[in-house]
């Protein structure tokens, strides 16, 4: 069955860089779109970045733009999420999705996927 899974969480210092990775299984997500959503404790999931089959359209959160960079190898079926800059707000569980299929659209909401990875923690450091 299909299956994301989350690596690289992890604590860093306010200002340094933190590289995420997801990898399906199950599927291919090749021609469909995988992005990334970010919990803080008491808060909603949140949005952070999209990518499109290709990788050559992507959209980001305003919080996070000009730090982050979302990318993916579909030969690998894995999507990555490059954090530089990092804040303390940034401190969130960060939780891999992908799609069934690309719709179009910008993939901002929870409802744009179908399948999504079990979360990573990230902390950032004051």
Known sequence: QVQLVESGGGLVQAGGSVRLSCTASG???????????????????????????????????????????ISRDNAKNTVYLQMDSLKPEDTAIYYCAASKSWRGGYYRTLHDYDYWGQGTQVTVSS
């Open 27 to 69: 599927r291919s997500f090749s021609g469909s779109a995988m992005g990334w959503f970010r919990q803080a404790p008491g808060k909603e999931r949140d949005f952070v970045a999209a990518s499109g089959w290709s990788g050559g359209t992507t959209n980001y959160a305003e919080t996070v733009k000009g730090r982050f960079t």
